[in-house]
């Protein structure tokens, strides 16, 4: 089963490491995510840039509003996710919480997912 894992954190305090601060965590991370990806559990992983960098369609109007930056304003951003390939619930908590221990603070939400469409930027579709 396909899960999505949800990175969360303060930007405030990501945005505030310094590049060998930052340079330590993905290090870290690596790690985990190679042993993930010998072991065909790893999908895509994204880092999402700053919510400063965000544009939000508002869809509810006609026609749509356009907003600078993101739709909600909370303590914590979602910052990045995986997709990964597990047996259930528990395998992914396993891996949040591996991961957990290599990038501390912020929070993992993990939802189940189904894909929608399959497709890909390499064959040109876009």
């Given at each position: 089963?396909?899960?999505?894992?949800?990175c969360y954190?303060?930007?405030?305090?990501?945005?505030?490491?310094?590049k060998?601060?930052?340079?330590?965590?993905?290090?870290?991370?690596?790690?985990?995510?190679?042993?993930?990806?010998?072991?065909?559990?790893?999908g895509?992983?994204l880092?999402?840039?700053?919510?400063?960098?965000?544009?939000?369609l508002?869809?509810?109007?006609?026609?749509?509003v356009?907003?600078?930056g993101p739709?909600?304003?909370?303590?914590?951003?979602?910052?990045?996710?995986y997709?990964?390939?597990?047996?259930?619930?528990?395998?992914?908590?396993?891996?949040?919480?591996?991961?957990?221990?290599?990038?501390?603070?912020g929070?993992?939400?993990?939802?189940?997912?189904?894909?929608?469409?399959e497709?890909?930027?390499?064959?040109?579709?876009?």
């Amino acid at each position: 089963m396909l899960y999505a894992l949800l990175c969360y954190h303060s930007e405030d305090v990501v945005c505030s490491w310094s590049k060998e601060e930052d340079d330590a965590v993905m290090a870290r991370l690596a790690v985990v995510q190679e042993k993930l990806a010998k072991a065909g559990k790893l999908g895509p992983t994204l880092r999402l840039m700053p919510t400063t960098t965000a544009t939000t369609l508002r869809k509810e109007k006609d026609p749509p509003v356009i907003l600078d930056g993101p739709f909600a304003e909370t303590k914590e951003q979602l910052l990045g996710f995986y997709v990964l390939d597990c047996t259930g619930l528990d395998e992914a908590l396993e891996i949040a919480t591996e991961l957990g221990r290599a990038n501390p603070g912020g929070s993992y939400e993990i939802r189940p997912v189904g894909i929608f469409f399959e497709g890909s930027f390499g064959s040109g579709a876009r």
